[in-house]
């Protein structure tokens, strides 16, 4: 709750939840990064930035087609961001290992 948080002084709202963010994903917290990033994207839903982190946190679940579909809306927001590009390739390169064989159930 943003009501109990201490933000640092000098510091913005969206600016702390953005920090808050990536340090949840640093921690292997993913769950946790991607409530952060959805509250950010309530107030502003184009912030590349966010969009980017969420995408981290869908893939450091394992969540590679969800990844790729934020990625992809987050490369729209920036389309020279070369660290989106890359992590886009690298996530659907997993998304397609990750599909099942035909004699394979899913």
């Keep these: 709750d943003l009501a109990q948080e201490k933000i640092p002084a000098g510091t913005g709202v969206l600016e702390y939840k953005s920090l808050v963010c ?6 292997g917290k993913y769950v ?13 839903p184009n912030n590349a930035l966010i969009l980017k982190r969420l995408g981290s946190a869908y893939y450091g679940l394992k ?3 969800q990844a790729v579909q934020i990625w ?3 490369l729209r927001q920036a389309p020279e961001d070369k660290d989106l590009k890359r992590f886009l390739a ?3 390169a997993q998304q397609s290992q990750k599909k099942p064989s ?5």
Excluded: G, M, P, S
Aim: one cysteine or more; proline letters at 0%.
């Design 72 to 74: 992809t809306q987050a």
């Design 102 to 106: 035909k004699n394979q159930k899913e």
């Design 22 to 27: 990536l340090n949840n994903i640093y921690d």
């Design 32 to 44: 946790l990064a991607i409530d952060v990033c959805n509250q950010v994207l309530a107030l502003k």
């Design 63 to 65: 969540k590679y087609k």
């Design 90 to 92: 690298r996530a659907e």
